[in-house]
Every structure is written in C-alpha cells, then in structure tokens.
C-alpha cells in the first residue's frame, strides 16, 4: 500500500482505489479472479511511460486492459497488481481509404470503427463475436479472429503499425504505414498475440479492405451423420473468391440459441452458417447454386435459408456463448483448431470425453478453418473441470492442432504452451520476455509456462500436465 502515494504522483491520469472502483477490474470473462491494488486510465504515452518506470522500481505488476472480455484470464489481474485501463483510448485519429488504413486508439471498440468506416466504403474484417463491445488493442493483443478470418485471416494480418511502451519504459514504432515493405524480420509480429505481457499498445494502425456491396447469410441443415472434415475441405477451395465464413453450431447449441433468442431456426439439426460477398443480387445468386452443389457433393441437400444482411447472422452467432451462460452459467470452455482433416476424429474424441465424465457438451465454432469452442456442463475450476480442459487440449496437439485458435493462452493454458511450441521457440520467447520486460511486470503469469516471485518474474519451464 505504501506504493500508492508515489503512483500518484508519477501518473497525471485517473487512478481509483475503492473497492468499488476495483470490483470490475478483477475479473474477464473467464471464472478467475484477481484483487488489483489500483486502476489507472493514463492521460497520454508520457503518462504511460511514466508509469511503467514507476512499476519498475517497486517491481510492481501492471496489466493493460482494453475491455475485459477476454475467456483464459488474459485480462484477469495478478494480485497487487496495477491495471492499466485503456478503454477510454478510443479514439478514430485518421482513416485513408484510398491507401486502405485506419490509425485508431487502442481503446476503440470494433462495432465503433466498423461504423465509422462503412461510410467511407471500408471495413476492417476481423469480426469476433465480441465484436460490439471489445477493443482493437484486446484484438491485436489476443490475435483475435471471427467467422471472417476463413477469407481474411486474424488480426495479425489487418495491423499494420504498432506504438507500444514496452516494459523497459521505451517507447516505439513497429510495423510500417506503407502497403509493402522488405526489411527483416517483421518485430511487430511479436507484439500480436502477446496479450500485454511485453508492451503496452498506445496506438493501432489498422490494414482495411474495400466494403463488399452485398453480404448475405445462408443457414444450412446438416444431415446426421456427414463428415465434417468433407464439407470444410470442400467449402475451403471457396475462400478465395466469394465465401467469407464458414461456421458450425451444432444441434444442441442452436436449440439454446433458439429458445433464447427466439430464432427461427430448424430445431432438428447442427447447422452451416455462411456468408457470401457479392458484387450484386445476381452474382449472390450464382455464388448460392455453386455453394448448394458443393455441399450436395458432400452429402449436405436441404436448402438453405437466406439472411440478406449478414451482420443479423453475426450477431445471433454471437450471442451463442452468452445464451450458453444465460442457460447454464460457468461451465469448462475450449478454443482449440485441428488440420480440416482431422475434424471428424475431433469431434469423436470430444464426445467421448464429455460420455467419460458424465457432463453435457454443446459445441459451436469456425469449421472452414477447424477451430471449435466445446462447452462442457461442469464447474470450471473442479477437478473434472481441470481433468476435461487438460484431455481437450491433449486431444488437440496429438492430431496435430494447436490448443488456442483465438482466445489465447492467458493463465489457464499456460502449461501447455511449451508442448504446442517445443523447446527452441519456447526459449526463445523467453529470451524476448526477458529483453522487452526484463523486470516481469507486464501481465506476469500470463501466456508464458511459468511464473515465479512477486511480480510474477518470467521463468521458462518445458514441462506441462501430464497427458490422459
Ligand atoms: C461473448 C464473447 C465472444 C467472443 N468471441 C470471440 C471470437 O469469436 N474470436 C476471438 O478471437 N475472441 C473472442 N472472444 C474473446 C475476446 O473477446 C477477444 O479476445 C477480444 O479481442 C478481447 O478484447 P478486449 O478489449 O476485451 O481485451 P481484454 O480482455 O481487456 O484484454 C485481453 C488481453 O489483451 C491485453 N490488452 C488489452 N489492451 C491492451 C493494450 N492496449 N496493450 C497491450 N495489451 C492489451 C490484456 O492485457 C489481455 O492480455 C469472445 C469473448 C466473449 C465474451
């Protein structure tokens, strides 16, 4: 406590310390929990950097925080620790349209910039289903996707240029405005994904793409069974021209769905989710009849219904988690993806996992690009709980997948991630730990295998869970 009149003083934003004021900075949308000392919202980078420097000669730990909706505990502050609330950062500092490029503060919320770019004739693509109230800095600091990375990718591919406060308390500039440039490694790509335990991002300069002139949804019955490896590899060779997404929900997840959000969806299948770009209503056409015979090919012939907007879609698929929580509140969530091939062998070992354990399992995700959210009924934190998320993410690496598509690794995956990388990335990691954050403040126990001491100190360990 002795801390705070000095934080006072080397910080000119606001700073709270009531309970009152801490109660929504202890938590993300996992079920972790911390007990952060302060809050501060920086008035600018002088700020930030002055904060940093502080943070490093109490070794106190600071954990950047855009809107809180992170899953793993990303977000979720270390005990004692310093959060350092960027939301009120959103600002659209300039747009280009012509040269496809946004500068925006990390603090701006994707449904805010999508609004103001549509006008202009742009978008920027990645679309999570937290997309109405997450921040692009959580975006690039989790590297996340939507249902439109199956044509566009994730974050990482829209960034084009970084401002960060790294933990040292230097400031720079990564990445580059210009559309193409060959200059070494790219650095930038460090800071995606780093989930702010390397720097804090004080500026984001997003890639865009042009606004396609129509977008509209198709919802696709699945027969029982179909292979679902068949259908994403079939609609995979589609990506390329007017297919932008490709998402699963399966048949006990959209009766959820259904019922909470009054869909009129058919209630006896798992269903395709799609979107098609189109220069026009024709075009959309032609793009639905090639669409309706490559999935035949696959087994897949009842017709699809059509939403001629879209976002409608999103928005319901969205909503999946939040009628999941509505329904049955905390429960064991993955995010995991495996190669289009192995889908099937997936979702088999998924099922016999939660048939082992005894528990439901409700499963929704972007088949295009094999990454699946199950939801097991089980209270996270019990040893079932632990015992499930430790035989999900096994089954992932053993058919070769990764254990996060697009939450991240925060506190709950952290042991694994030295089994998906191996021993030479994962020393390596550490070696950029320790040059960008060589005291351990930055989001300490996060992402990284281990953590140790007060502010969490980075400390490599190759070991994980055993396997089941
Ligand atoms: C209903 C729901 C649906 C979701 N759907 C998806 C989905 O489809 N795809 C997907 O990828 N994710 C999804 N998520 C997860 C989450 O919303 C995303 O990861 C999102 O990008 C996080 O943004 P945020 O502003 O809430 O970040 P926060 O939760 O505040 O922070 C996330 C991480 O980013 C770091 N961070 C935040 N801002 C900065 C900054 N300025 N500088 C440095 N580090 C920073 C934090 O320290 C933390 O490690 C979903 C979450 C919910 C609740």
Redesign the pocket.
């Known amino acids: 406590m002795t801390t705070l009149p000095s934080l006072l003083e080397a910080v000119r934003g606001r700073v709270g310390t009531t309970a009152e004021e801490l109660a929504p900075y202890g938590r993300?949308?996992s079920f972790l929990r911390g007990s952060p000392l302060a809050v501060v919202a920086p008035a600018d980078s002088d700020d930030v950097v002055a904060l940093v420097r502080w943070a490093r000669q109490g070794r106190v730990p600071l954990?950047?925080?855009?809107?809180?909706?992170?899953?793993d505990g990303?977000?979720v502050p270390a005990d004692g620790a310093v959060v350092v609330d960027?939301s009120g950062w959103n600002q659209l500092i300039e747009v280009v349209p012509e040269e496809l490029w946004a500068r925006v503060g990390?603090g701006i919320v994707n449904r805010d910039l999508q609004r103001a770019l549509h006008s202009r004739g742009v978008f920027f693509p990645p679309n999570?289903?937290?997309w109405t109230t997450?921040?692009i800095?959580?975006?690039v600091?989790?590297n996340?996707?939507?249902p439109r990375s199956f044509k566009y990718g994730p974050t990482r591919s829209w960034i084009r240029e970084l401002e960060a406060v790294l933990g040292t308390g230097d400031r720079a500039r990564f990445g580059h405005r210009v559309a193409k440039r060959s200059v070494g490694p790219e650095l930038l790509h460090l800071l995606v994904g780093s989930?702010?335990t390397l720097?804090?991002?004080t500026e984001v300069t997003v890639r865009l793409a042009p606004l396609p002139a129509r977008r509209e949804g198709l919802v696709v019955p699945l027969p029982a069974p179909v292979s679902l490896s068949a259908v994403a590899r079939r609609l995979r060779l589609r990506s390329g021209a007017g297919l932008s997404a490709v998402e699963l929900i399966d048949r006990s997840s959209a009766a959820v769905l259904a019922e909470r959000r009054q869909v009129d969806w058919p209630a006896d299948a798992a269903l395709l989710l799609l979107e098609v770009e189109a220069r026009n209503a024709r075009d959309a056409e032609e793009q639905r009849a090639g669409i309706v015979a490559d999935l035949r090919a696959v087994g897949v012939d009842r017709p699809p219904t059509v939403y001629s907007d879209a976002d409608e879609l999103w928005t319901l698929r969205?909503a999946s988690?939040?009628a999941l929580d509505e329904r049955m509140g905390p429960r064991v969530r993955e995010d995991i993806a495996v190669p289009l091939g192995r889908i099937d062998e997936l979702l088999e070992r998924l099922g016999a996992i939660a048939a082992s354990a005894g528990v439901g399992l409700f499963l929704y995700g972007h088949l295009g690009e094999g990454s699946f959210h199950p939801n097991f009924v089980v209270e996270p934190a019990s040893p079932t709980g632990e015992r499930i998320r430790a035989a999900v993410l096994t089954a992932a690496l053993e058919l070769g997948g990764t254990v996060s598509s697009?939450?991240?690794i925060g506190r709950l995956k952290a042991d694994f991630l030295a089994r998906e990388l191996g021993p030479v990335p994962t020393d390596l990691l550490g070696s950029v730990k320790r040059r960008c954050d060589p005291d351990g403040i930055l989001?300490p126990g996060?992402l990284y295998p281990s953590a140790s001491g007060p502010a969490g100190r980075f400390s490599p360990s190759l070991s994980g869970p055993a396997a089941e």
């Not at 954990?63 to 899953?71: D, E």
């Open positions: 993300d949308q954990v950047p925080r855009g809107a809180g909706t992170s899953l990303e977000s960027l990390p999570p289903g937290s997450a921040t800095g959580g975006h600091a989790t996340a996707s939507g989930e702010g720097g804090i991002l969205g988690g939040v697009e939450h991240g989001n996060k």
